[in-house]
């Protein structure tokens, strides 16, 4: 006798370990998963699941980060960044849906909060895939300016699939309200450059999440100096060592 | 969906557990037994039978192996434990729910010996022991 | 009504499903016997077997058992994927702040082996995707990659700055 394909067990739906299964859906079937999030279809479930596994996500990446530095670091780290993530949304969710109602959208704040959190579950699995690469570097590096840029890189990336991701859905589900529909495509362009802002800003209001080697722990840095003229900094500081060396 | 299609469709996870009971199936026997025991009564959508194996399995409900037999190879599907008291909680809530309705329509119009159209003679069956 | 085969049925079904290819193939291959076996019966009956195989595909309602089959085994196939990406993660954090000491030295063999924790995660990470979640392969993985997790820390010094 052949045993089937294995079976999940009721454990799984014990732990809550089904949430993490949302992100199936998103990747192989978005049209229709959008779709549903039009139709209002069990949105509530969509959102709780959306959010547990993104938290999840970001908290073990988070986790990777701060294990660059110290144990304290680590554990604030896996708490900031998923606090980074839903803070920039509480931000930009107000925003996005007035400015498409405004012109025409007639979603509600539940779906367009779901169509962003459908964003932050690709981009917080797109980390999770990013983990063991940070990882991997972790132990093998030991230049800090280096790895930091190697994590601006990798939250880019994954940042702007999340919002790629987030595009399409807006235009499928946007696909049936042809009045304002150009409007509306140029407010969620605008947005989106509004919420790469508000998310880098925020990352570095927050800060630190990597920690300054033989610097001692802080949970928040003094604010000043912003996201943008750090990464520069850090690029120059690492080609400088480069050439340098 | 019709009233009657609703109600047969809530029935499908009891039925399947009931006839898995007597020995392992696979889906197209599964679907001549429920008919054929039924004469025809609960004429299962067929495309629908295999979500909801596949989901009892996942459940834990149903497990599942490949058999050959005959030259032919077949799913057949088998209840757990766990689904053996998912049955028993299910038997006990259908009864639990025809014993209340028939109470209820009893004591309403519908009832048994009444002339209106529906009511008839109702005995609720015996628990089994 | 045009000529059909089973593999036109089973493609039609197959274009609603967005699974693994694992699964997506297990899957065909169930209904494809339930479809051979109504067309087996007819032909017993003196059927026609291509209307037969007509009547079957349409009481198997494609749309809809297409739909539901992906909305049944959707959610699960992530957890692997995912488990094989958190797992090693996890059990490297988790190796570096609680078993090893806090400059990131990896001390000896026999020290490692013999602190609880150590032992405990070592049981947990076969355990936990074994039995609980019944991904066999995964914990297998997941074994492995402790113990090589477990090797990097204690044989490469160089690591131990970490």
């Known amino acids: 006798m052949e045993n089937s394909v294995s079976e999940p067990s009721k454990a799984i739906r014990q732990f809550g370990f089904q949430d993490f299964g949302i992100i199936e859906k998103i990747l192989r079937n978005r049209k229709d998963f959008f779709h549903e999030i039009h139709e209002g279809i069990e949105l509530p479930t969509k959102m709780r699941a959306m959010f547990i596994s993104s938290v999840c996500f970001f908290a073990l990446y988070g986790a990777v980060m701060g294990s660059s530095h110290s144990l304290w670091q680590t554990l604030s780290s896996a708490v900031k960044l998923p606090i980074l993530f839903m803070a920039t949304l509480i931000v930009c969710v107000p925003s996005l849906y007035f400015f498409s109602l405004l012109f025409g959208s007639n979603q509600s704040l539940g779906q367009s909060l779901a169509v962003i959190l459908t964003a932050f579950s690709v981009t917080s699995v797109l980390l999770l895939s990013g983990a063991p690469i940070t990882l991997f570097f972790l132990l093998t590096t030991s230049q ?4 930091k840029l190697l994590n601006v890189a990798i939250f880019a990336i994954s940042g702007l699939m999340g919002i790629v991701f987030l595009y399409q859905g807006m235009k499928v589900m946007s696909g049936s ?28 209001t927050i800060r630190p999440f990597i920690g300054a080697p033989g610097s001692p722990f802080e949970l928040f840095r003094q604010l000043g100096g912003n996201f943008y003229g750090d990464v520069l900094r850090s690029l120059g500081e690492f080609l400088g060592y480069l050439i340098v060396r | 969906m019709s009233q009657l299609d609703q109600m047969r469709k809530g029935s499908t996870d009891f039925l399947i557990l009931s006839l898995l009971m007597k020995r392992p199936m696979y889906g197209y026997e599964i679907i001549q037994q429920i008919e054929r025991q039924s004469g025809g009564y609960f004429d299962m959508k067929e495309g629908l039978l295999y979500p909801a194996l596949h989901r009892m399995q996942q459940n834990g409900w149903l497990s599942s192996d490949w058999r050959s037999v005959d030259g032919r190879r077949r799913k057949y599907y088998a209840v757990t434990k766990l689904g053996e008291e998912v049955l028993g909680e299910q038997a006990a809530e259908w009864r639990t729910f025809l014993d209340q309705l028939y109470a209820l329509l009893g004591a309403n119009e519908y009832g ?14 015996p628990a089994p022991e | 009504m045009d000529p059909i085969t089973i593999d036109q049925v089973l493609e039609n079904i197959s274009r609603r499903l967005h699974l ?5 193939t297990e899957v065909l291959a169930e209904i494809r016997t339930h479809l051979e076996d109504a067309v087996a019966d007819a032909a017993r009956r003196g059927e026609d077997e291509q209307a037969a195989l007509q009547q079957a595909a349409a009481e198997f309602g494609i749309e809809e058992a297409g739909d539901e089959l992906q909305n049944v085994h959707a959610n699960w196939e992530a957890l692997g994927p995912i488990g094989l990406t958190a797992l090693p993660v ?21 020290q490692v082996l013999d602190q609880p924790v150590f032992l405990t995660l070592a049981i947990a990470a076969m355990i936990i995707p074994a039995y609980l979640l019944h991904l066999r392969r995964l914990a297998l993985v997941g074994w ?3 113990w090589l997790l477990t090797i990097i820390f204690v044989v490469f010094p160089s690591i131990n700055h970490w």
């Open chain 3, 20 to 24: 693994s290819k694992e699964t997506e």
């Open chain 1, 144 to 147: 800090y300016q280096f790895f």
């Open chain 3, 144 to 146: 492995g990659v402790f």
């Open chain 2, 112 to 125: 048994p010996n009444n002339d209106r159209p529906g009511a008839g003679e109702y005995q609720p069956a």
């Open chain 3, 90 to 110: 996890l059990f490297a954090l988790i190796l570096r702040w609680l078993v090893f000491a806090p400059d990131g030295s990896a001390a000896n063999w026999l």
């Open chain 1, 177 to 204: 309200e042809k009045e304002g529909a150009t409007t509306r495509k140029w407010v969620l362009i605008f947005w989106m450059f509004v919420y790469a802002f508000v998310g880098s800003q925020m990352a570095w």
